[in-house]
């Protein structure tokens, strides 16, 4: 990748960082509510955003994958983790699925 797709991928990235911020911890809110009301009970629901160190370790790459910030689908995710107890043995779930605001975000931005 040229110094320059990575250099306007973090800037991309930096005046998106707050709407993915907001929209990761009002997702989780948002799951912990839904579970709560159907009674399901879960060990932990988080969201975390991708670092900025990380996202430039990620761009910076030698296999050119990523030449704008919209095709990385990683930016911000959700992490519920289900633990079932069955006959004595116990059964974890990670269901693990990411945020992706694009389509939603260049009507706005």
Request: aromatic share 12%; proline share 2%; no cysteine.
């Amino acid at each position: 990748m040229t110094n320059q797709n990575s250099a306007d991928i973090i800037a991309k990235f930096d005046q998106v960082y707050p709407v993915y911020s907001d929209f990761a911890n009002v997702t989780e809110n948002l799951l912990k509510g839904i579970l709560q009301l159907k009674d399901i009970n879960v060990h932990s629901i988080t969201s975390r955003l991708k670092s900025r160190e990380s996202l430039k370790r990620k761009v910076n790459r030698e296999d050119d994958k990523y030449t704008k910030l919209e095709d990385i689908t990683d930016l911000a995710g959700i992490r519920i983790i289900y633990s079932s107890l069955d006959t004595n043995k116990s059964y974890f779930f990670h269901l693990r699925f990411f945020i992706h605001l694009f389509p939603i975000l260049y009507k706005f931005i």
